[in-house]
């Protein structure tokens, strides 16, 4: 029994193996779980993992960065354990670095902080602590963030997100001007590093996001709100012939 229980967290530890480090394929898609039913939160987790979601994006607001609050560490554990998709956690939050820790214990093994709140190369140090912690760091822009906020930073994170809604809410419209950060971005930044977008995402948004060069597609009412989250997984994907 006891063997059993030990197979069956080694498997879980490979399934929840970094995908940004490893990836088996891209585009990857990430349903962010803020546009699921909260009623049924792990069932919610598990359905998108069996739809072919390659991770599941996680949004922590603390009603001070954004205008909204969503969820803490016990809710991110009881996401990983109702599957194995990949936390990743996209932190809306003032003070990012008072939160690392006790996500990294309930099972996030990426964190994406707001290079809003961390000015003056105060986002170097929360990259390292990250680090430390065993799991990859992202930096994300708001809307009316430059590029050119980012500085050094672009070659020291694992990812960049770019946000395509004013943070806060899910189902706002995608806002097409993002694309040229994306453009930008997909240029200056290595293979290595994932470039992800945020907000707004559907059929026809992930293919203009696709091409200007994102790799991770994050995505809330287009899977969430929708009863064929396969179907959408694969289109958002572009696996099927256009
Ligand atoms: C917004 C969040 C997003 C949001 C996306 O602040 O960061 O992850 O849930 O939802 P959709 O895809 O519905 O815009
Ligand atoms: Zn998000």
């Known amino acids: 029994m006891a063997v059993e229980l030990a197979v069956a967290e080694l498997r879980a530890d490979e399934m929840a193996e970094n995908v940004f480090q490893h990836p088996p394929h891209l585009p990857l898609i990430a349903p962010s779980i803020l546009a699921a039913d909260f009623a049924k939160l792990g069932s919610e987790a598990a359905d998108v993992e069996k739809a072919g979601a390659d991770l599941l994006h996680v949004d922590i607001m603390d009603g001070h960065f954004v205008p909204n609050l969503t969820m803490g560490p016990d809710v991110v554990e009881g996401l990983s354990r109702s599957c194995n998709l990949m936390m990743d956690v996209h932190l809306m939050v003032s003070n990012p670095a008072e939160h690392f820790e006790s996500f990294s214990k309930a099972g996030g093994k990426h964190f994406t902080f707001h290079i809003e709140v961390a000015p003056n190369g105060a986002a170097v140090d929360l990259i390292k602590r990250i680090h430390d912690l065993g799991c990859t760091a992202g930096v994300s822009l708001k809307p ?89 997984i694969k289109l958002l994907r572009g696996d099927y012939p256009k």
């Open 144 to 232: 009316k963030t430059p590029v050119s906020a980012l500085g050094a930073l672009m070659g020291l994170a694992d990812l960049i997100l770019v946000m395509s809604v004013e943070p806060g809410f899910t189902g706002q419209a995608f806002m097409p001007e993002m694309l040229e950060k994306v453009r930008f971005l997909r240029h200056e930044l290595g293979p290595h590093q994932r470039l992800e977008i945020d907000g707004g995402i559907g059929i026809r948004t992930a293919h203009q996001a696709l091409e200007a060069g994102a790799d991770v597609l994050v995505a809330g009412a287009a899977i969430f709100r929708n009863p064929q989250r396969c179907e959408t």
